[in-house]
């Protein structure tokens, strides 16, 4: 392993402590989320940092969801064509989401489009109880399905990946259900890597900003909470060789995307090596003194945010801005994917539909407990939740596309 190449080029990534102290933030500590980079093939890991340690996968568990649905599509149990019922349960799931009435139907190949692009819970929930028969039923198929891959540090009680203290993973583990998807199911490999759908007169792009900024890229599934922070795994191939990144922790988008495309750049870089000594996915020890995973919500979500990144950076840039980029400018990877949504005759237009989180005062002065809001999928006056709640509460934006998560 060239640990001075490597270094060189994470060298942005894991500035210390000392100088966190040096610009007046000394009142944290900066904790670098895991990572690590591995050769799809063989396994090798070519550059890591605490890899075991637990960590909160956040909707990187979508990885584990589409891995049990393959699971259960090879078994003979589901097929691609069948329907998928968008039940009241799936209808309740906080966002990101997709916002169907329930009793809505599409097909498990739509839902899995929408699952992996928009990366909508709601949806996610649906392809559990169409797979598993419930939640439950469903999350006990992924953690079988753990246990047979290897995954040692993951436990899951959900499909979506939304905050719950007993779901759990590694870095190691989802690089191998990332390889296990890459190679165990060469044949579904488009859901990994469509960079945007389209629903009626909508456009919605996937949220991993490497498909069309970082040349080679072949997938997988960006996540966020704030107890998480800033996770991805991401694949990428060149002349023949695929390399899979997972960057969980990180405390911005921009600085995610960087992160996971510095490490494939580098990884390219490393020549491929067949000893015995080797580093693998398999016998790796990194991080396993930890038992327990970090909530990063006071640096991500909460009062410390603004100093964390300031601290990162060297500046004070909550977007966290990189001095050397290792992303492209956007490259036109072709029209989105449709995909539908067949909504029950008394719901009228299809579309998406938001609860507003707090009262608004009502036309009579009064003030509501909750107020509903519809936005058409095929209109311009919204696009989606967010923009539905906005012209609920007076404040419409057209939008001919919906953007990138945070």
């Not at 102290?21 to 063989?42: C, N, Q, W």
Request: hydrophobic share 40%.
């Amino acid at each position: 392993m060239r640990r001075s190449a490597l270094a060189a080029a994470f060298a942005m990534f894991t500035l210390a402590a000392a100088g966190a102290a040096e610009k007046g933030h000394s009142d944290f500590e900066i904790v670098r989320g895991p990572y690590l980079v591995a050769d799809v093939e063989t396994g090798q890991v070519i550059a890591e940092f605490d890899a075991l340690r637990p960590w909160y996968p956040a909707s990187t568990t979508k990885l584990m969801t589409i891995y049990t649905t393959f699971q259960a599509i090879r078994a003979g149990e589901i097929s691609l064509n069948d329907e998928v019922k968008y039940s009241g349960n799936a209808a309740a799931q906080p966002p990101s989401k997709m916002g169907f009435k329930p009793g809505s139907t599409f097909t498990l190949d739509n839902a899995l489009k929408m699952m992996m692009v928009k990366s909508a819970n709601d949806i996610a929930v649906a392809v559990a109880e169409a797979v598993g028969g419930s939640v439950d039923g469903f999350a006990a198929r992924m953690n079988a399905a753990a246990a047979e891959l290897g995954m040692t540090r993951s436990h899951f009680v959900n499909p979506h990946g939304l905050p719950d203290e007993r779901q759990v993973t590694s870095a190691r583990d989802m690089a191998l259900v990332a390889r296990a998807l890459l190679r165990h199911f060469p044949e579904h490999r488009p859901y990994y890597s469509i960079h945007a759908i389209q629903i009626g007169g909508k456009i919605l792009r996937n949220y991993n900003r490497l498909l069309d900024r970082f040349p080679g890229a072949t997938g997988m599934k960006t996540g966020f909470i704030c107890a998480s922070g800033y996770n991805l795994v991401a694949s990428a191939e060149r002349d023949g060789r695929e390399i899979v990144a997972i960057v969980f922790g990180e405390y911005g988008g921009k600085l995610r995307n960087e992160h996971a495309a510095a490490l494939l750049e580098a990884a390219f870089d490393t020549p491929l090596r067949r000893v015995e000594t080797e580093t693998t996915l398999f016998n790796l020890k990194s991080g396993e003194e930890y038992n327990q995973p970090l909530d990063l919500r006071p640096y991500v979500c909460g009062a410390q945010r603004g100093a964390a990144v300031a601290a990162l950076r060297g500046e004070d840039d909550d977007e966290g801005e990189v001095a050397v980029s290792h992303l492209t400018a956007r490259m036109n990877l072709g029209p989105p994917i449709k995909v539908r949504a067949y909504i029950p005759a008394d719901y009228g237009e299809p579309g998406f539909v938001a609860r507003l989180p707090r009262p608004r005062p009502g036309a009579d002065g009064g003030r509501p407990d909750v107020l509903d809001a519809f936005a058409p999928i095929n209109g311009t006056s919204a696009s989606g939740p967010a923009e539905a709640i906005g012209a609920a509460a007076g404040q419409p934006r057209p939008l001919e596309e919906v953007g990138p998560e945070q």
